[in-house]
């Protein structure tokens, strides 16, 4: 039946950045689409894992500004379900600047959470799906600076531009082994991320005025993106980035 295509009943994931936001959003339909899930953070998930149950939820913290945690985090993953079918790489970061004065320093803390841990932890868990010859459902999150260019944001557009062409890339490589890989481009969403735009009332209300839906998201409107990827429902879907914006791209 169509709605057991969608069930994660025995699957086990990882999502990265599951301590507040949208990684918390996805973290929660996972869960209650039937996985059992492994957050990864720079803080402890101690909330996400109240919402979700410890027999459900469980969590590590590590700095995915270097690459140095990937194995810790798959080994973690493998020795708590014996398998991994999910990563979710959500954790990310931006850093406002004009681009005439943008440092050094922004450019790579941006880059390297953003794009450089994200492939290396993507080829981490392909080559976990393909040792368990399981395939496996890899979902990274874009962003709408993933098809325009936003302002003051060179990093942050850079490495979300580029999750976006990764994410063909991997597809194209990774279908052969059963390994979906795809995107969700979240319009404007109410979370830490977009706190310092919110504040500012301008740009706040330039935004709002801007989405048709004519509210800013939560990271319940990821919920459906997230476990339609994430599950059998999405299996002739690959490398494609959807946005879930409020039809801010139909704009
Ligand atoms: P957020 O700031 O609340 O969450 C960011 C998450 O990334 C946190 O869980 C944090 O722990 C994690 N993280 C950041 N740096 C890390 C590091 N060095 N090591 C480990 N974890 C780290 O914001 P959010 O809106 O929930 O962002 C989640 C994702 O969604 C990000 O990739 C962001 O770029 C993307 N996004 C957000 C919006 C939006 O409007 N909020 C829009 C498009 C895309």
Redesign the pocket.
Known sequence: MILDMFSLSGKTAIV?????????GISKALVEAGAKVLG????ASTATQEMLGKENFSYIT????SIEPVDTIINTALEKFGRLDILVN?????KREDSIDFSVENWDLVMN??LRTLFFLSQAAARQFVKQNSGGKIIS?????SYQGGIRVPS?TAS?SAVKGLTMTLANEWAKYGINVNAI??????????AALRADADRSEAILERIPAGRW?T?HDLMGAAVFLASSASDYVNGFTLAVDGGWLAR
């Open positions: 990265t950045g599951s301590d507040t936001g949208l990684g918390q990864v953070s720079r803080s590590a700095d995915l500004s959500n954790a990310g970061i931006i959470v953003n999150v874009a962003s709408m600076l942050y979300k481009a979240p319009g404007y969403m109410a979370t830490n991320n977009t998201g990271p």
